[in-house]
């Protein structure tokens, strides 16, 4: 859905690589409804743009990487009045915007330039590479305004930090600053505040002169793998490595690594 008004995202493709910047900072890029329909805009342009882009980073603008969900909207509602189906929130507007990052055509990097909380944890950590500031802090918050956390913050948080540091992080509502999110494995790297920029276009540059659709079908088997039997995911694994090993980009590595040169993978159609 269009806006008229500025927007709460601001999209910018340069080469092979595309920034989308959430752009509530006097909010702290909570996610609005209207953020969710911006961003989905925005993830539309991108796909209707390629082959151009081979590699997506995801970061927010001023202090905070994203507050969670917006909850301005429950302030000083009618004692009557009906309360939200958060169910029907998430269903409709978290749930479809966090499967569809995890099944981007493309490589996605999460720069963490300040503190993620609420569902911006997750929606932090559901990157292929995320660096953090060292500024940055991972927060679930959602206990002590009597939810759980949701924006699938109890399947991706166990898998990255193990059942034991995410009781503690959920149940405690302790908030775990970068350097310790390195440590635990949550993300990829914290780096300083002044480097995150530099650090993460570096990253996205090596992604975006990949071979796209091996890569593409990296981060899709290991998704599959979290929710399927072993079995299941070699059958997978068969198939999708059948089709990489027909492509013209198996060839050329192939080509490349008997030749000692770098190999040059064609963008992808």
């Keep these: 859905m269009a806006h008229a008004e500025d927007p709460t995202v601001r999209l910018t493709i340069a080469e092979d690589i595309a920034t989308i ?26 796909i209707e743009s390629r082959p151009l882009v081979r590699c997506l980073i995801l970061t927010g603008s001023g202090r905070a990487f994203c507050a969670g969900g917006d909850i301005s909207a429950h302030l000083n509602r009618p ?98 600053p970068a350097a310790t999110a390195e440590a635990w494995g949550m993300v990829h790297a914290c780096v300083p505040d002044a480097e995150l920029q530099a650090a993460v276009l570096r990253i996205a540059r090596k992604l975006a002169a990949g071979a796209t659709h091996a890569l593409v079908a990296t981060r899709k088997a290991i998704l599959f793998a979290g929710a399927n039997s072993l079995p ?31 190999p040059e993978f064609r963008r992808i159609s």
């Design 79 to 176: 004692p009557n009045a009906e309360p939200y189906d958060l169910g029907n929130v998430l269903h409709q507007l978290f749930h479809p915007l966090l499967m569809r990052l995890l099944r981007l055509p493309m490589p996605l990097v999460i720069a963490v330039n300040g503190p993620a909380a609420g569902a911006g944890c997750p929606l932090a950590l559901c990157g292929d590479i995320v660096l953090a500031a060292a500024s940055a802090s991972f927060e679930c918050g959602f206990v002590r305004i009597g939810l759980m956390p949701d924006f699938g913050a109890a399947w991706l948080i166990p898998r990255l930090i193990g059942r034991a540091r995410a009781h503690a992080m959920m149940l405690l509502d302790q908030p775990v």
């Design 232 to 262: 299941d995911t070699l059958d997978a694994e068969a198939e999708a490595q059948r089709k990489l090993g027909m492509s013209a980009d198996f060839a050329e590595g192939i080509a490349a690594f008997f030749s000692k040169r770098p």
């Design 21 to 46: 910047v959430l752009e509530r900072p006097g909010a702290l890029n909570a996610l609005s409804t209207r953020l969710i329909e911006d961003l989905n805009s925005a993830l539309d342009r991108l």
